[in-house]
């Protein structure tokens, strides 16, 4: 495993991050949908700053750049997490589940009940990821609409509902 670290984010990160998220869309280059993928927009520099500045983003850093990121944002009692991504060529080395664990570890210091998120069902790297780090399903979503309404938002930019779920990770 290679060496990297983790840290807080800071303002100056933000124009880093939408070309870590579009280069790490890449993975899904043969998957049957990922027209809707690629063509989905990735944050810009300037929404990443605003959400760096609510304290709750991380970066993975490593040989001097940074090589991976988690953006979150505070809704009510429940952290969400808006996106995480690792370059592809520093994937399957624990960036990913290290920015996650650091992240919930996050949400617990700051008083959060939960932390939440949307991914794809079926994609061995987002669902069945999460849960092996202690996310369920959202299975009632009548009962959570936040997150009803954020898969809604993700349909209508085309992504396939039938892949789409809302996770969530209670805090201990």
């Given amino acids: 495993m290679s060496a990297f670290s983790i840290r807080l984010a800071r303002p100056e990160d933000a124009e880093a991050l939408p070309g870590i998220e579009r280069e790490a869309a890449t993975a899904f280059a043969d998957d049957p949908d990922s027209a809707a993928i690629h063509s989905a927009r990735v944050i810009p520099a300037d929404e990443h700053r605003r959400l760096i500045a609510r304290g709750h983003c991380l ?97 209508a930019a085309g992504l396939p509902a039938e892949r789409r779920i809302a996770m969530i990770r209670f805090i201990d």
Avoid: K
């Avoid at 520093?90 to 008083?111: E, F, H, M, S």
């Avoid at 994609?123 to 849960?131: D, L, Q, S, T």
């Fill in 59 to 155: 970066v993975a850093e490593a040989q001097g750049g940074i090589v991976g990121f988690l953006a979150a944002r505070p809704c009510g009692r429940e952290l969400h997490i808006q996106e995480m991504d690792v370059l592809p060529r520093w994937q399957g080395q624990g960036i990913g589940a290290v920015l996650l664990r650091a992240c919930l570890i996050d949400a617990g210091n700051g008083g959060f009940r939960a932390a939440t998120l949307t991914t794809f069902r079926d994609v061995a790297w987002n669902a069945p990821f999460y849960a092996r780090i202690g996310f369920v399903e959202v299975g009632d979503l009548a009962a959570h609409p936040r997150l009803a309404s954020e898969l809604d938002a993700e349909i």
